[in-house]
C-alpha cells in the first residue's frame, strides 16, 4: 500500500449485498451494501441502535444474517470493548487461547513481542493494566494472522493517554500485517486519526460515507482535520458552530465519492 492506492481495483476482501439482521420485527441491518478492500481501515460511526455492532458480530461469524450475502475471510478475529481474558490463564496462554500448534508459546513470545508485552508473558490478567490486557487482546487477535480484523470499540474504555499510545500502536501492527480492518467506534476523532475510509451508518443503511486524504501521522490539529470532523457532527446530528465549518465543496482532504484516485495510506 502507498499514498496512490486505489481499493477500487482490487477484489473486495469483505462484500455484503442487500444484507439483513433483524430482531423479531426490529430490522437492524437494513438490505446493506458493503465492500472492504484488503488491507483497508475503516471506521464505522453512527448512534446508538444503528446496527454498528450487529454488523461487526455478523461479519465476526458470531450472528447468522437473515437475508442477502455476506462473504468474509475464513481468517478473521476480533477485538471488544472488554479484553475478554480468561483469569486463570497466564498471559501467553490467553494469546494462543484455542489454538493447536507445536511451537505456541513461540508464537505468543513473538505477537507479545509487537504488542510491547513480552516481559508480561507469565503474567495473570488480574496484575495487568487495563492498556496491558487490550495489548493482549490484539496479541490474541493477531497470532491467529486474520485477513479481516475486527474492532468493536476497544480502546473506550483507557484513558485518553493509553488511548493515543494505543492508536500509534494498531496503526503500526496494521502495516505490518496488512488486514483488512473495520472499527467500530463512538469516537469521530478516532475515526479520522486511524481510517482511510468512514462510514456512518444510520437505521441499518449507510447514510454516508467517504476516504480521509490526510497524510499519516494524524493529529487533531492538522490541516484540514476541523473540517472532517465538523462534517461527521453534523450528519451524527451534533449542532456545531458554522462559522467554523468549512464547506465540503472547498475542502481537499475528503471526498464524498468513491472511490478517490489518491489515497493518504
Known amino acids: ?24 420485527e426490529n430490522r437492524v441491518i437494513d438490505e446493506l451494501d458493503l465492500d472492504i478492500a484488503p488491507g483497508e481501515f475503516v471506521a464505522l460511526l453512527g448512534a446508538s441502535g444503528s446496527g454498528k455492532t450487529t454488523l461487526l458480530r455478523s461479519l465476526a461469524g458470531l450472528d447468522p444474517i437473515e437475508g442477502g450475502e455476506l462473504i468474509a475471510p ?13 483469569p ?23 505477537a507479545l513481542t509487537e504488542v510491547g508485552l513480552a516481559h508480561r508473558l507469565d ?8 492498556g496491558e490486557s487490550q495489548r493482549v487482546a490484539l496479541a490474541r487477535s493477531l497470532v491467529r494472522e486474520p485477513k479481516l480484523l475486527l474492532l468493536d470499540e476497544p480502546f473506550a474504555a483507557l484513558d485518553a493517554l493509553t488511548r493515543i499510545r494505543m492508536h500509534r500502536l494498531i496503526i503500526e501492527l496494521w ?6 480492518v473495520l ?26 460515507q467517504f476516504r480521509v486524504a490526510l497524510a499519516r501521522p494524524r493529529d487533531n490539529g492538522q490541516l484540514g482535520f476541523n473540517a472532517i470532523r465538523q462534517r461527521l457532527l453534523n450528519r ?14 472547498h475542502n481537499p482532504f475528503l471526498n464524498p465519492g468513491y472511490p478517490l484516485s489518491a489515497i493518504a495510506i
Not at 500500500?1 to 423479531?24: C, E, H, W, Y
Not at 501467553?92 to 513473538?110: C, E, S
Not at 503474567?123 to 487495563?130: N, Q
Open 1 to 24: 500500500m502507498n499514498a496512490q492506492t486505489d481499493f477500487s481495483t482490487v477484489q473486495p476482501a469483505v462484500s455484503l449485498r442487500k444484507v439483513i439482521r433483524q430482531f423479531g
Open 74 to 86: 475464513e481468517a478473521r478475529s476480533a477485538v471488544f470493548q472488554e479484553p475478554r481474558l480468561m
Open 88 to 110: 486463570w490463564k497466564r498471559t501467553w496462554k490467553n494469546v494462543t487461547l484455542g489454538l493447536r500448534l507445536d511451537n505456541a508459546k513461540a508464537k505468543a513470545v513473538q
Open 123 to 130: 503474567a495473570y490478567p488480574a496484575t495487568l493494566s487495563g
Open 175 to 180: 502495516r505490518a500485517h496488512t488486514p483488512a
Open 183 to 208: 472499527l467500530v467506534t463512538h469516537d469521530v476523532d478516532e475515526a479520522i486519526l486511524l481510517a482511510d475510509r468512514i462510514i456512518v451508518l444510520q437505521e441499518g443503511r449507510i447514510a454516508e
Open 236 to 249: 451524527l446530528g451534533v449542532e456545531h458552530d458554522d462559522e467554523a465549518t468549512i464547506g465540503k465543496d
